[in-house]
T-cell receptor, first 112, second 114 residues
Framework: AQTVTQSQPEMSVQEAETVTLSCTYD???????LFWYKQPPSRQMILVIR??????QNATENRFSVNFQKAAKSFSLKISDSQLGDAAMYFC?????????FGAGTRLTVKP | DTGVSQDPRHKITKRGQNVTFRCDPI?????LYWYRQTLGQGPEFLTY????????KSRLLSDRFSAERPKGSFSTLEIQRTEQGDSAMYLC????????????FGSGTRLTVV
């Protein structure tokens, strides 16, 4: 079965603080990429960060980084120095065949 | 190229009517995907095209749903005899064949069936 699980429906973080969003996945792929997408309210989904499963080094994009634990099939997103503009739904995605499957999302609130 | 375009942005229709949505992907992307997203949920896969070939369809795509990509460029998603349960955001995304590229999403078409 192909599943992507985001166990935190909602998270809250104080501006300038750090928050970690969790994701576990299951895939039968051998070589794959994992993705985190951000969906601001009433706006389109945008790619935040990607991780190649064969790379041991965790991906980093500015204030966004991942903690990829391949054996545990865990792929969490860390947002450092949170900003008000980070408030959005965040979706973890993993591949299935030639397309991707998404988790149910985590709604992140950033408190000023 | 301004990204993935979807039209219309919003559609309100009466139950039983047919609706058609259009997606224009990024021109150099040969892969195109349709997803459905309901409030508070993640996108659910509906179907996928590589060029003009529809290569995969979800069981969510009932007989009332049909998608085409006739020339390997834009795509249409048609829903016949709409039901209230069809109310959702319909998202289109496109990508290169390279798995690393991820998807570029359009802004979606929000369908409301009344």
């Amino acid at each position: 079965a192909q599943t992507v699980t985001q166990s935190q429906p909602e998270m809250s973080v104080q501006e300038a603080e750090t928050v970690t969003l969790s994701c576990t996945y299951d895939t039968s792929e051998s070589d794959y990429y994992l993705f985190w997408y951000k969906q601001p309210p009433s706006r389109q989904m945008i790619l935040v960060i990607r991780q190649e499963a064969y790379k041991q080094q965790n991906a980093t994009e500015n204030r966004f980084s991942v903690n990829f634990q391949k054996a545990a099939k865990s792929f969490s997103l860390k947002i450092s120095d949170s900003q008000l503009g980070d408030a959005a739904m965040y979706f973890c995605a993993c591949p299935k065949n030639n397309d991707m499957r998404f988790g149910a999302g985590t709604r992140l609130t950033v408190k000023p | 190229d301004t990204g993935v375009s979807q039209d219309p942005r919003h559609k309100i229709t009466k139950r039983g009517q047919n609706v058609t949505f259009r997606c224009d992907p990024i021109s150099e992307h040969n892969r195109l995907y349709w997803y459905r997203q309901t409030l508070g949920q993640g996108p659910e896969f509906l179907t996928y095209f590589q060029n003009e070939a529809q290569l995969e369809k979800s069981r969510l795509l009932s007989d009332r749903f049909s998608a085409e990509r006739p020339k390997g460029s834009f795509s249409t998603l048609e829903i016949q005899r709409t039901e209230q349960g069809d109310s959702a955001m319909y998202l289109c995304a496109s990508s290169l064949e390279n798995r690393a590229s991820g998807y570029t999403f359009g802004s979606g078409t929000r369908l409301t069936v009344v």
